[in-house]
């Protein structure tokens, strides 16, 4: 074979392999995420309006059900709003503290009381054993009339928590905060109780603090009404609207995560194992999964 039978091979082998992912390439169902910052890292509630808006630029990116309001989800990370929360505290008659070794928890607790107020007691309790002080709790005003049905009947009860550390500062209570979210996590799985399935930490930080649900991105600002606060300022934001394409849409699964937003699918495990049982029936030969082995017959 010559060599200009070879390139001509290739080309033919190319454009076939081309051909055969177009459909890929030509996908579009992805997420949405974005990000608005102030280069001085000066604060301003500018920055979040911004970031409100550009959400909603992305509703075309997420998916809806099929009550055509409750969304995949959508969701903001900034930093987090200390003028809005220092009001609150003022208004509730709290002693002011400083933001220097103060964490605030974004936390979906259970719907059903007697679970909620267990929860509580569990997320409490660690935070104590870490040696971090529990302020409060504080109930931030949203809107469920603008949820949709599914989103409603699914809604958490959204509630923020207020740690403290005497001995703990900057990186040293970020690790702090980790370990005692993971120790959270733990402690309300071995539970086993189906209502505590409902539980999640949507943030834990002395630096962040994440807004997002089950919502489509231009009512975010509406079911959180901290988020159009005037008193809501960040250098900051990252905005983040789902396209759900292997799970079924959940609270927690709306983005962005504690700590970054991403536009593509990570977890495809699911999507994988169900593709492939809609075509065993076109299989005209079984196979068996070897562990450490390439697929082989039997």
């Not at 995949?72 to 930093?79: E, F």
């Not at 870490?130 to 958490?156: F, T």
């Not at 759900?244 to 977890?267: C, D, F, V, Y």
Request: hydrophobic letters at 40%.
């Amino acid at each position: 074979m010559n060599s200009e039978q070879m390139n001509q091979d290739k080309n033919i082998a190319f454009s076939d392999t081309f051909l055969g992912q177009k459909w890929l390439v030509e996908e579009r169902d992805a997420c949405g995420v974005g990000f608005i910052a102030h280069r001085q890292q000066q604060e301003s509630h500018e920055i979040m309006a911004k970031g409100l808006v550009a959400l909603t630029c992305l509703e075309h990116r997420g998916g809806c059900s099929a009550d055509k309001d409750s969304g995949d989800g959508a969701g903001i990370l900034s930093a987090i709003p200390w003028e809005l929360l220092q009001q609150d505290w003022n208004e509730k008659g709290l002693e002011a503290a400083t933001d220097k070794n103060i964490a605030v928890g974004m936390l979906f607790l259970p719907r059903e009381e007697q679970a909620a107020d267990a929860a509580r007691g569990i997320v409490e309790q660690i935070a104590l054993s870490e040696n971090l002080k529990v302020l409060g709790w504080r109930v931030g005003p949203v809107d469920s009339s603008v949820l949709g049905v599914q989103a409603s009947e699914n809604q958490p009860q959204i509630e923020q928590i207020f740690l403290q550390s005497d001995d703990a500062t900057g990186d040293e209570l970020e690790r702090k905060l980790y370990i005692t979210r993971r120790r959270v996590h733990k402690a309300i799985r071995s539970e086993h109780n189906e209502s505590m399935e409902e539980f999640y930490v949507c943030s834990l930080s002395s630096r962040t603090i994440v807004y997002k649900g089950m919502v489509r991105s231009a009512v975010l600002g509406d079911f959180f009404h901290d988020l159009k606060n005037p008193a809501y300022k960040s250098s900051f934001v990252v905005y983040h609207r789902r396209f759900s394409t292997n799970t079924l849409p959940k609270w927690p699964l709306a983005q962005p995560m504690r700590l970054l937003g991403h536009n593509g699918e990570i977890n495809t495990m699911l999507g994988n194992i169900n593709w492939m049982k809609a075509r065993q029936e076109r299989l005209s030969v079984s196979y068996r999964c070897v562990p450490g082995a390439v697929l082989s017959k039997h």
